[in-house]
């Protein structure tokens, strides 16, 4: 499961960045920073928290939306993992997947072990001690650790996060095919947005392969 995301990271990259985009820069010349992506990301998922001492005090957390902006980081992790790992050595992505599956963090997550903590706060800091380490330079072992404590705050084991970012990520592939970047695409279809329909084809498809979920979308595409 996880070279099977790794690659379809990959691919995204590629067909979205163009050739070569782990130097940094896409194909239409456009610099490429991970790190903010991720980080802007992990401030998305804190707002899910009713951390607020002025506003909301009552609220409870967006724990739907908490999973959802976990699912978003992993995309902008495994690309910073790429991105590494195509600096660091020869970029075989076989390779990359053995380095993160070896690691005891990895291992802990794929059987399910590992709980989040119980107060809110403490699962704040779950994340900004996350984008801490990012931004101190954290290698592709100790960031994909991180990750994975963040992961933990959605309820996510390995088996959840694979059939959540398949989902997305073909969901992402398929809107660039059909002019997201060129602002052509159409993100509400029939009156629900496409990635409802997308968590319903998956809820009706239990193990649906990518290639298979990107062509029931194109089957119930109204563009």
Same mark, same amino acid.
């Given at each position: +499961?996880?070279?099977?995301?790794?690659?379809?990271?990959?691919?995204?990259?590629?067909?979205?960045?163009?050739?070569?985009?782990?130097?940094?820069?896409?194909?239409?010349?456009? @610099?490429?920073?991970?790190? @903010?992506?991720?980080?802007?990301?992990?401030?998305?998922?804190?707002?899910?928290?009713?951390?607020?001492?002025?506003?909301?005090?009552?609220?409870?957390?967006?724990?739907?939306?908490?999973?959802?902006?976990? !699912?978003?980081?992993?995309?902008?992790? +495994?690309?910073?993992?790429?991105?590494?790992?195509?600096?660091?050595?020869?970029?075989?992505?076989?390779?990359?997947?053995?380095?993160?599956?070896?690691?005891?963090?990895?291992?802990?997550?794929?059987?399910?072990?590992?709980?989040?903590?119980?107060?809110?706060?403490?699962?704040?800091?779950?994340?900004?001690?996350? !984008?801490?380490?990012?931004?101190?330079?954290?290698? !592709?072992?100790?960031?994909?650790?991180?990750?994975?404590?963040?992961?933990?705050?959605?309820?996510?084991?390995?088996?959840?996060?694979?059939?959540?970012?398949?989902?997305?990520?073909?969901?992402?592939?398929?809107?660039?095919?059909?002019?997201?970047?060129?602002?052509?695409?159409?993100?509400?279809?029939?009156?629900?947005?496409?990635? !409802?329909? +997308?968590?319903?084809?998956?809820?009706?498809?239990?193990?649906?392969?990518?290639?298979?979920?990107?062509?029931?979308?194109?089957?119930?595409?109204?563009?």
């Amino acid at each position: +499961m996880l070279e099977t995301m790794l690659r379809l990271q990959q691919r995204l990259n590629d067909e979205t960045n163009g050739q070569g985009w782990e130097k940094g820069v896409t194909n239409r010349g456009k @610099r490429i920073d991970w790190r @903010r992506c991720i980080w802007l990301e992990a401030a998305e998922l804190v707002e899910s928290y009713p951390w607020k001492h002025w506003k909301n005090i009552t609220a409870e957390p967006d724990d739907d939306n908490i999973r959802i902006e976990a !699912v978003d980081i992993w995309h902008f992790v +495994m690309s910073e993992a790429l991105r590494l790992n195509a600096l660091e050595g020869d970029g075989d992505i076989a390779n990359l997947a053995r380095r993160i599956a070896s690691t005891p963090a990895f291992e802990a997550f794929a059987s399910g072990d590992g709980a989040k903590p119980t107060d809110l706060y403490d699962q704040i800091e779950t994340v900004e001690s996350f !984008v801490a380490a990012l931004f101190a330079g954290a290698s !592709v072992e100790e960031l994909t650790a991180r990750f994975f404590d963040v992961a933990r705050l959605g309820d996510l084991d390995l088996s959840t996060l694979y059939s959540l970012y398949v989902g997305k990520n073909i969901l992402n592939r398929f809107r660039q095919d059909h002019g997201y970047k060129e602002g052509s695409y159409t993100k509400i279809w029939n009156g629900r947005e496409d990635n !409802v329909v +997308m968590q319903e084809l998956l809820e009706k498809n239990p193990g649906i392969e990518p290639e298979a979920l990107y062509e029931a979308l194109e089957t119930v595409y109204p563009g």
